[in-house]
């Protein structure tokens, strides 16, 4: 099967410094990752879609230059977290796909999480 | 728009039970798919099943079946004969040529005491 993995899969940092989250499909090469949001009790929120090689495009509402996101590799995206604040603690989920772009035919694997805590 | 409304929150059952989690979605493509995932206390989420909008078989694998019907836009997912396991938060999500992103619903926790 596909696997994808996350690091760290938890983090607590001080309020202004910035976090970067790994992205790694493990045994398939990803075209296509997505990152996602979840607050407790609800439900993911798409944040950004990543491309390799190109510019990840951000959801109305995700501050781009808040959250940064490289998709350097066919195997590799990060998410950069900068001058964290509180309310940036969350459950950020990564997800990875074979194709380009998201597709009924190509199933998104997700990834299992990584909680981040701004004291 | 694309929406996904699952209107159950919470469910709580007893081992050995059938449960079913309703999933209602509203889409104005013709060509969609439809996903269940399920996300255990651990975080990860793990993909059960797609089915995409020309396809209205029901499926069955295991003690899973899912009952797809156009007609009243729903993807509703029965477990059958329920274990602790099997507790865990569902989604459902929805996914158009259009969008070309997944719109999940809010989830469903499901609580299976033993």
Sequence with gaps: GAVVSQHPSRVICKSGTSVKIECRSLDFQATTMFWYRQFPKQSLMLMATSNEGSKATYEQGVEKDKFLINHASLTLSTLTVTSAHPEDSSFYICSASRGFRASGEDTQYFGPGTRLTVL | ?114
């Design chain 2, 1 to 114: 728009a694309q929406k996904v409304t699952q209107a159950q929150t919470e469910i709580s059952v007893v081992e050995k039970e059938d449960v079913t989690l309703d999933c209602v979605y509203e889409t104005r493509d013709t060509t969609y798919y439809l996903f269940w995932y399920k996300q255990p206390p651990s975080g990860e989420l793990v993909f059960l099943i797609r089915r995409n909008s020309f396809d209205e078989q029901n499926e069955i694998s295991g003690r899973y079946s899912w009952n797809f019907q156009k007609s009243t836009s729903s993807f509703n997912f029965t477990i059958t004969a329920s274990q602790v396991v099997d507790s865990a938060v569902y989604f459902c999500a929805l996914l158009t040529g259009a969008n070309s992103k997944l719109t999940f619903g809010k989830g469903i926790t499901l609580s299976v005491r033993p």
